[in-house]
């Protein structure tokens, strides 16, 4: 089984800074690509970043410039460090992970998701 630790999560002002981490531990043989999405109130859950196999990064359109991925393979573990966070941050934060279970073949798990909130 595989399972999914996020932390980092929590109440800060706006313009301030988050480093949410998770750490994936298990059954974990290949991992395909990890990254972070996040769903606000009344919206759908969109891609915040991903880190691949290969160290390529994806980003939301919302998210260049002041959202960085970056991981430790040797810990399977995916870092989103959050920079000039705005009120508009404010949502559930899923970590996501893609198991390689064969060639071109994923396995996908999703943590609980952790709270961000910006607010005064």
């Known amino acids: 089984q595989v399972q999914l630790v996020e932390s980092g999560g929590g109440l800060v002002q706006p313009g301030g800074s988050l480093r949410l981490s998770c750490a994936a531990s298990?059954?974990?043989?290949?991992?395909?690509?990890m990254g972070w999405y996040r769903q606000a109130p009344g919206k759908e859950r969109e891609l915040v970043a991903a880190?691949?196999?290969?160290?390529?990064?994806n980003y939301g359109d919302f998210a260049k410039g002041r959202f960085t991925i970056s991981r430790d393979t040797a810990q399977n573990t995916v870092y989103l460090q959050v920079n000039s966070l705005k009120p508009e941050d404010t949502a559930v934060y899923y970590c996501?992970?893609?198991?390689?279970?064969?060639?071109?073949?994923?396995?996908?798990?999703w943590g609980q998701g952790i709270q961000v909130t910006v607010s005064l």
């Open positions: 298990g059954s974990i043989f290949s991992i395909g690509a």
């Open positions: 996501n992970l893609n198991l390689a279970t064969g060639r071109a073949a994923y396995q996908t798990y």
């Open positions: 880190i691949t196999r290969g160290g390529s990064t």
